[in-house]
């Protein structure tokens, strides 16, 4: 089954650090670019990062940069987010999605998504 | 950057054409996605790259362009369509989300 699945979301204090992880399985992970979004309660979505098929180039939104980074590990089917310094308006679930191939406009799959909470 | 503007809600009866509309400079010129999210659910990619749906969404759903404004159209809308609606945009730089329209099937 092509599926996307996330964890490592959880309550953290305001300028703490976490690390979200995407596990891929059913397609061939190492030829996609992968995206990271967020949704804070209530709220739409919004992109946070991007990262190229062989790990670069990626892209942040503004919001985030120089806080977190996004890597991956083909050989594990595994995507990455660093998130550091940690505001409270970063509260949001955080999704992975796939890019769908040759164009990197839209979004073919996403994970279910994991929570992440910024608070003292 | 980029924005992308959304009415906050849209309803129509069973059975008739819902359409909800995504306004953004010079909109003929991206592709525009559009995504399906159902309550407590992760979006869906229901329409992208002027023609194309993903495998396993109806040919109800549709999309087009015109101007300034994208549209995306479902026909014969059903209550399982209820959700919110999400217009999406790549400027080749970064990506663009708009505000999401809540599509109510009285």
């Known amino acids: 089954e092509v599926q996307l699945s996330e964890s490592g979301g959880r309550l953290v204090q305001p300028g703490g650090s976490l690390r979200l992880s995407c596990a891929a399985s059913g397609f061939s992970f190492n030829i996609y670019a992968m995206t990271w979004v967020r949704q804070a309660p209530g709220k739409g979505l919004e992109w946070v990062s991007y990262?190229?098929?062989?790990?670069?180039?990626?892209k942040y939104t503004d919001s985030v940069k120089g806080r977190f980074t996004v890597s991956r590990d083909n050989s594990k089917n595994t995507l990455y987010l660093q998130m550091n310094s940690l505001r409270a308006e970063d509260t949001a679930v955080y999704y992975c999605a796939k890019t769908p191939g040759l164009r990197i406009d839209a979004f073919d799959l996403w994970g279910q998504g994991t929570m992440v909470t910024v608070s003292s | 950057s980029y924005e992308l503007t959304q009415p906050p809600s849209v309803s129509v009866s069973p059975g008739q054409t819902a359409t909800i509309t995504c306004s953004g400079d010079n909109l003929e010129n991206i592709y525009i996605s559009w995504y399906q999210q159902k309550s407590g659910q992760s979006p869906v990619l229901v329409f992208y790259e002027d023609n194309k749906r993903p495998s396993g969404i109806p040919e109800r759903f549709s999309g087009s362009t015109s101007g300034n404004t994208a549209t995306l159209t479902i026909g014969g809308t059903q209550a399982t369509d209820e959700a919110d609606y999400y217009c999406?945009?790549?400027?080749?730089?970064?990506?663009?989300f708009g505000g999401g329209t809540k599509l109510t099937v009285l």
């Open positions: 999406q945009a790549w400027d080749s730089s970064t990506w663009v």
């Open positions: 990262i190229s098929a062989g790990g670069d180039p990626t």
